[in-house]
């Protein structure tokens, strides 16, 4: 079964909006089959021409017809191989965007319609001239096309994650379906070692998911009743059964593929530039080589040798490189980011990370989980924390408040067995209370002890204070009317955060954070990441004023947010980074989102941008650098020392010329982002 058709990908030769009109209905196979039928045809040809007996004093033996057979062999390597050629030619014309193609088929079409006049006028032909040109630009076509099948390949990887068939439960039954039938709510079941179909919930089954074909992250994930599952990804060990949320397009792996052709489709400021200068190169060189021919036959030289001027001329002038130096970078950069965690919606986006000097990240579920979690247990009268955290859990089991919950996840994180509590009662305002082997037990925040008339001793308001200063909740565990501690609860930080931090400030990128809580939140959280500025209680509205501040201190602005409020900040930004798990409208006001909810990806973001770039303008110099050596070379400024370009020598530096930019791009595949 073929997954990339409904996964939005690309036919592997089209390579940007240049290419893609270039190579419309081209195939890999379809240029090397006439490479070779061209190059058998070419080889007696140039045996017979006159340049073999001046060069090597040697010419092969003569048959009957021999004056008519480059004649017959050439019209049959102008019709089937230079007819791509002519096609694309026309293709150009129609749309009034004149490039390579116009070039080429100009160029074969001038120096076989001369030669078929000088073989019956008794002038000298340009037959091996032209065979050998369409055969090595044959060559050069199938090379180019091989390296941008390459640069995809990574791309049709990810669409052949799927598997062709799903094992569905029904009737308490199982049965293997083909994909294709699969339909939401149905229940799965994934073997170990499985590929997963479809996007889905655990309903039963514990067992570790390698996702990094998708998220790039390198540790399995583990996964439980309730977790969510992405399709392509390979369960571990253990058996799941899996209800299934999305099909088809609606998968996240669709998703996946459908931003990165999307981001293909785009095109940066580097590629608008490149695509500009094709187009007044081909007007230059079809002006060059027609001023090149009239000088020429003005200088008295026969028609023969003008006509080889002209037609050296215009294919050294071919923007092929040009066309394809900008596009292929991005392509594979643009694979290379999904592979990598993050994807890139526009290039343009991808194109300005590098020039970043200011990363502003929105505090809530960016730097912080944006979920509570206890940070600080305190004991006091001899009571250990494991009894503190044990009581509190006890009671929090049968709340469903936020701060309950956490507590309920920090005592099972500690393997604390929890008491079953009876008479178990909310007070509005205060906290709970219940009774635990028959010792009434309360637990609340300060309001709790101030309507007991119970006082904080001071070897617990020193720390009480200090946590309320970093805008963490406090609640207190009190048994039989004795306080027993207390607990911090607050937003807990995310590890990753504080590499992200760091790696950033090495790289000497000024960090920012940006958030609507306290000073006193903002200032703690910077403190612990170690961030050089903060803005603290910034209304939802007011995000993008922020970024515009730092903007008008002549700062390049990269925002990193999730949430709908951070949709005008991400917009107004120089580079909107969307977090993968954020909401709908967050991801589509981003040029670029990470799969993770990893910080440190957006070091990744800015290396790759810079290693894009400095690609990019590698290229544009292959890709120009030649012409200014070689176009004097063909219109033959320099016959009077001796020195022609003939065309198809001509025609071999332009096809190097591409060979090595396409190389040179792939090579883009093998750095690392680490």
Known sequence: MNHSAHNGEKPAHAHGDHGASRHTGHSTALFFRKFWVSLVLTIPVVLYADVIEKVFKWSPPEFPGLAYMPLLFGSIVFFYGGWVFLVGAWREIQARLPGMMTLIGIAISAAYFWSIYAV?????????????LITIMLLGHWLEMRAVSGARGALKELSKLLPDTAEVIRNGKTEMIALSELRENDMILVRP???IPADGKIID?????????????SKPVSKKDGDSVIAGTINGDGALKISVASIGEKTFLAGVMRLVAEAQASKSRLQILSDRAAFYLTVVAITGGVVTLFAWLAAGAEIGFAVARLVAVLVIACPHALGLAVPLVASISTTKAAQNGFLVKQRIALEAARTIDTVLFDKTGT??????????IWNIQGNTKDEVLGLAASLDALSEHPIAKAVVIKAQEQKIFLKEPKKFEVLKGKGVRAFIEEKEVFVGGPALLESMEIKIPAELSQQVEDGGKKGQTIIFIVKDRALL????LADIIREESREAIRALKDKGIHT????????????WVSQELGIDEYFARVLPHQKSER?????????????IGDGINDAPALTQADLGVAIGAGTNVAIESAGIILVRNDPRDIVKIIKLSKMTYSKMIQNLFWATGYNVV?????????????????PALAAVFMSFSTIIVAINAVLLKNKTLK
């Open 120 to 132: 019956f006028a008794g002038e000298e032909a340009l037959f091996w001239e032209l065979t050998t």
């Open 193 to 195: 070692g499985s590929k």
């Open 205 to 217: 089954g514990e067992s570790n998911v390698n996702e990094s074909m998708v998220t790039g992250e």
């Open 367 to 376: 730097l912080t989980k944006g979920e509570f979690g206890v940070v600080n």
């Open 485 to 488: 501690g207390a607990m911090a």
């Open 512 to 523: 920012t954070m940006i958030t609507g809580d306290s000073e006193d939140v903002a200032k």
């Open 547 to 559: 970024v515009k501040e730092l903007q008008n201190r002549n700062l390049k602005v990269a925002m």
């Open 630 to 646: 070689a176009l004097p070379l063909a219109a033959g400024a320099f016959a009077f020392k001796g020195i022609l370009l003939q």
